[in-house]
Structures are given as structure tokens and as C-alpha cells.
């Protein structure tokens, strides 16, 4: 049996190495360009992540860019996790949380919930809301546990918000949302801020929303990945197979009302591709999480995202084995994507189009022509902008825009500056 002096000096180089990871973790987060406010930083600091991650080991619980997963369904898909600190630390960058401030978050694990406690202190509050009751019942538990006995903890649908607990200067989701509930807005304070992760057209997005009268504007977006929405918000992308024999599958996400003949597209894929280069390039490193957007806003009306497998590719079907998607654009029988092929310089690649179908090599030129513009006017600029209007909007009354996105509440419109 250990002695009371053993089992003290076990806890304190527990605390240490926790510390210590959790050092490490905040250093690699402002490399990685996603902390910079002295505030957030402290938050990290102080708490304990390992407290909410359970059973993950501490190098796992600290990784910078890892979430630690904390309910799967019978399929193994994730259903609930502590989201991975630099998505943490960029959505509490762009919420601007203050101290006194009231915020509500959707989704819950309880970490983030107490970064959030952290930052609004003693003369804020923080609610956090979670549709499944296993989930708010291991919260309440683990922060009480940590101490932040104040935090309200609510099981709902987050769509309907916390209006018991409203107003809120801050809304933050972290779950994949495809709308913005009209409960949100209605109880967000007169220039407060949603932060969500919301999906267009298959692409999702950090974006953060300020309400300037009815309707919200964005400042900011990050690309991000989350578990989708559940409950009345719930909208599922729908997939279009193209092809799926063992292990090779090659299938199209489709989200909002974009309808493609399947039957048409899968005799295409069967077809030679046609392949555009745009002469566009672009380093290892460098992100383009602008590209795949603007794709999706100037692309007309059969805008999809191409997901296929490694065995798919190794088959020489498609040329990419993205489980996310690659922008792909959809005319009648023909479908054209975005890939890449090495270009002359170390580590870096040039952007072009491959495509299937009667039309393919027009269509992958249309696709190469979209990149070489966003490469001249977009690459480098200030990103896309986001409004949020109420459905039933005229279209009048809308901004001119690149892309009008019509949701169950709302009507999006995303302009490129
Ligand atoms: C990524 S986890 C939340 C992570 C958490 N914020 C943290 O501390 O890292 C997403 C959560 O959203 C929840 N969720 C999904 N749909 C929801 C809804 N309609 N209302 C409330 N919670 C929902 C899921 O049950 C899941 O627990």
C-alpha cells in the first residue's frame, strides 16, 4: 500500500505533467495561429481539460488538434466529444466573450462550458444546453466536480435556445448547424454575437454573426468540422452513389435542394475523365479554405462535394480520396471536380479540374476558369461576407450577391468583396 508521502508525490507530478501539457497545448494553439488574446490564453490555463476527457490519456487530451470522442452511435459515429482546442480557441477568438457577459452554448462537454465560465467570471453566466441527457448528466457532473458550480446546465433542443435563461450577449454552437433558429436571434441581446458552425451548400464554416436590426451579419469564418445538429434542426446531406464495389465508393454530398440524375452520373464515371489545368499553384501548407466557397457561390445551380475512398482512387477512378469532399460541379450527365497534380516547385501543387461525362472537358475548363478567378480576386482578400435574412425576405430587399441560399428560416446571401 502506497504511504500518505508517496501518494502526495504521485498527485503533484500528476499536477505538473498536467500543467506542462497544458502549456505545451496553448503554445502549439497560438502557433497554429487560432489563440492570440491574452484572456482566452488565461482560460485555457486554468482549466483542467483532462478533467472532462475521462479516460484519454494526457498527451491525448492536450493534442492541440484532436477532440476526444465521449459517445458513439451503434455504427460508430461520433455523437458527442470535447471538441479539439484550436477549434475551441478560434471560436472563443471570434465570439470576443467579456467578462459579465451572459452566454449561452449549444452542445455540451462541460470544458468548453467552463472556458466560458472562466472568461465571463463572477458577474456573468453561462448556460449550456445539450439535447441528450447522458451527455448534460456527465457535465453537470465533471464541472461540478471542477468547481464551476454555476453554470447552468439544460437538457433541450437547441434550436428552440434557453428561454429561461435568456437574454444572451453570446450564442455559441458546436454543433453543425445548416440554419440559424429564429429562437436564437430572438433572444440575443441588440449587438450580440452567434458564433456556429454552419453548413452551405456541403461546406462548413466557423462563422461568426453580429445582429444589426433583423438580420446578422458575419465578420469571420473558419473552416471547421463538427457532429451535425440533431432534433428539429436536424438536415441531413443526402448522397448521390456513383459507384461502390467493396471497398472502392465514390458517392456526391448533396445539400440544399441540388438535384442530380444518379443513374446518368455513375454511367459518366464509368466514362474516360477529361482533365483542365488551371496553371494556378499553391504550397503544401498554404491553406485554400476560401477556394472550395467561392466554387460553391459561383458554380450555378448543381453544386456538390465528391467524396470517394483510397481504394477508389487506387482503382484509378477518381483522381482525389477526400472523406470530406472535393467541390464538384454537376451538369446533366457530366460531373467535373477540383484535384491537384505536383507542380514544378519543392512541396507545392497546381490546382486543376477532372471530369466525366459529354460535357466534361467544357465543364472542366468552367471549373478551372472559376479557380484562376478566385486566384486573381479572391486569394488574398478579406473572404466572403454572410447575411442572415428572415425567410420570406423579397428578393428586393436582399443584398446584391453572389449566391442567395434559401434555408427553413432563413434566406443567406454571401457576397465576395
Ligand atoms: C461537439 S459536441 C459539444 C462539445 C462541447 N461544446 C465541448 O465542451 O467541447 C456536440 C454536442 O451537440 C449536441 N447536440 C446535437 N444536436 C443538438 C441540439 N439540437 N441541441 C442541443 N445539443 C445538440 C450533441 O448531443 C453533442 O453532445
Known sequence: ????????????????????????????????????????????????????????????????????????DAA??????????RVQALMLEQAGVEAGMRCLEIGSGGYNAALLAELVGTDGEVTTLDIDA???????????????????????????????????????ATAGAWDIPPAWIDQLTPGGRIVVPLRVRGLTRSVVFEREGDRLVSRDLQSCGFVPMLGAGAHPVRLAALHEDGDAAVALRLDEDERVDTGLLSAA?????????????????EPFDGLDLWLACTSGPAFALMVATKAARAAG??????????????????????????????????????????????????LADRIREWDRGHRHGPGPVLQVHPAGTPDDRLPSSDLVVDKTHTRITISWP
Not at 135 to 154: F, H, K, P, Q, S
Request: charged content about 20%; some cysteine.
Open 1 to 72: 500500500m502506497a504511504t500518505l508521502r508517496q501518494m502526495n508525490t504521485a498527485s503533484t507530478s500528476a499536477t505538473t505533467e498536467a500543467e506542462a501539457a497544458r502549456d505545451r497545448m496553448i503554445a502549439r494553439l497560438r502557433e497554429l495561429g487560432a489563440l492570440h488574446s491574452p484572456a482566452v490564453a488565461e482560460a485555457f490555463r486554468s482549466v483542467p481539460r483532462h478533467a472532462f476527457t475521462c479516460d484519454a490519456a494526457l498527451d491525448q487530451a492536450y493534442a492541440a488538434e484532436t477532440s476526444v470522442v465521449t459517445k458513439r
Open 76 to 85: 460508430g459515429a461520433a455523437l458527442s466529444s470535447v471538441s479539439a482546442p
Open 134 to 172: 447522458e451527455i448534460t448528466g456527465r457535465a453537470r457532473r465533471l464541472l461540478d466536480e471542477a468547481g464551476y458550480t454555476r453554470v447552468n446546465v439544460v437538457c433541450a433542443d437547441g434550436d428552440a435556445g434557453a428561454p429561461a435563461h435568456a437574454p444572451f450577449d453570446r450564442i455559441i
Open 269 to 285: 464515371l464509368a466514362s474516360p475523365p477529361a482533365a483542365v489545368w488551371s496553371g494556378v499553384e499553391i504550397g503544401g501548407e
Open 317 to 366: 477512378l477518381v483522381a482525389s480520396a477526400s472523406p470530406v469532399g472535393v467541390a464538384a460541379l454537376v451538369d446533366g450527365a457530366s460531373f467535373a471536380y477540383r484535384t491537384v497534380r505536383p507542380a514544378q516547385a519543392a512541396d507545392a501543387y497546381e490546382f486543376g479540374a477532372r471530369a466525366h461525362g459529354p460535357d466534361g472537358s467544357s465543364l472542366a475548363a468552367r
